[in-house]
């Protein structure tokens, strides 16, 4: 019983991790925010891949959770 607690925790707290990185990730591609890491800019072409992927995973966890 205690297991499937902290099993929806974490699928709550990753969920809504991941359901916010893509936010920011579209975001990003709307309003064409630079990122820079060091000094050196990080290509738009990540965010075209990182918002369909966090997105995937916080729908994974979604679903994973209405499952238990």
């Known amino acids: 019983m ?7 925790l974490y699928l709550i707290v990753s969920g ?3 359901l916010l990185v893509s936010i920011f990730h579209l975001f990003r591609l ?3 925010w630079p990122i820079l890491v060091g000094g ?4 738009h072409i990540l965010s075209y891949i990182g ?17 238990k």
């Not at 205690?2 to 929806?8: E, M």
């Not at 918002?51 to 499952?67: E, G, T």
Request: proline share 9%.
């Open 30 to 32: 709307i309003h064409h």
């Open 16 to 18: 809504a991790v991941f």
């Open 40 to 43: 050196t800019p990080i290509p």
């Open 51 to 67: 918002f369909p992927v966090s997105l995937a995973y916080a729908l994974w966890a979604l679903w994973l959770l209405r499952r």
């Open 2 to 8: 205690k297991g499937n607690i902290f099993l929806k």
